[in-house]
């Protein structure tokens, strides 16, 4: 595996490997790696692209200090993983080649409108524009044929193919099936902040979209079974919604037919979401 650290040489990195006739694949992550981004290299390597992973904690994505300061760093087992996943190369890219003026704010941002601005966005003011602007700039450094990204992100993914689209970079965005632990647990990077009980807490999170899943509607009692179900658990629900898969707007109790729920919560301060799909169903 190779590793990069200066813009240039990622940018050289990319090109040498298009010039080549491979196909790049681009997987950005934050680190603290688990089995979730594993799919996301796997998927890449299925495709027969030339991997490349991006490691960079991007600040402009949070939007409490704590939180960034909170966020799960483990740079040395990170190498090793990546490695055993099979990553071609991997970057590291310094903060001063990423976002040049911080602590300062970055004067550029890329900033999807409506999509950005509910949900997660709602309850993390900037979040999205952090994302987009930073997958805009690994995209447009890259240069990939594909990027990879898991659906447990389901909005983050939503954001990102609207800003391709938008943007018109020609990149395909590839979503990945949430990856869970047996216990039905969501993986993320900020699991490791849980102990048992709050792990046991957390689990409501995908009980609710079980129950939901199970339910069938219409989208209002939805909404009912899988807040009660996580508030049952002691968790501080962040929302508990039932969407359209594309738009992410609010579905009535008319609608039928295939919809997204999505749940955020914290619990004992670790803020976690979870998504599934759903079949709504007539007459119910
Ligand atoms: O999903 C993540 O880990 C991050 O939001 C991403 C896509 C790497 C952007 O920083």
Redo the contacts with the bound molecule.
């Keep these: 595996m190779r590793r990069v650290v200066g813009i240039e040489e990622w940018r050289r990195l990319a090109e040498d490997q298009r010039l080549a006739g491979r196909r790049v694949g681009l997987v950005?992550?934050?680190g603290a790696l688990h089995a979730g981004h594993r799919s996301l290299v796997a998927a890449a390597r299925a495709n027969g692209d030339f991997v490349i992973m991006t490691i960079?904690v991007?600040p402009r994505?949070f939007n409490d200090p704590a939180d960034l300061r909170a966020y799960p760093r483990a740079p040395e087992s990170d190498r090793a993983l990546a490695e055993s996943f099979g990553v071609d190369a991997l970057v590291e890219p310094t903060m001063a080649e990423m976002w040049p003026s911080y602590p300062e704010p970055t004067p550029t941002t890329v900033s999807v409108a409506g999509l950005g601005d509910v949900l997660e966005g709602a309850g993390r003011p900037g979040h999205f524009d952090g994302?987009a602007s930073?997958?805009a700039k690994l995209a447009i450094v890259t240069g990939p044929s594909r990027a990879y990204?898991?659906e447990k992100?389901f909005q983050?993914l939503a954001v990102v193919r609207r800003m391709v689209l938008d943007l018109g970079l020609d990149v395909e965005v590839v979503g990945c099936a949430i990856v869970r632990d047996e216990d039905g647990l969501a993986l993320s990077s900020r699991n490791v902040r849980l102990d048992a009980q709050a792990r046991a807490r957390a689990l409501s999170l995908s009980r609710a979209l079980a129950l939901a899943a199970e339910h069938g509607g219409p989208a209002s009692a939805l909404r009912e079974v899988m807040r009660a179900t996580m508030v049952a658990a002691d968790v501080v629900v962040g929302y508990a919604d039932v969407v359209d898969p594309v738009t992410l707007e609010p579905l009535g109790d008319d609608a039928t037919g295939r919809a997204r729920a999505l749940v955020a919560g914290v619990v004992d301060g670790v803020r976690l979401i979870d998504n599934r799909e759903i079949e709504l169903r007539k007459g119910r």
Aim: no cysteine; hydrophobic share 45%.
């Design positions: 950005p992550t934050m960079f991007n994505q994302v930073v997958v990204f898991g992100d983050q």
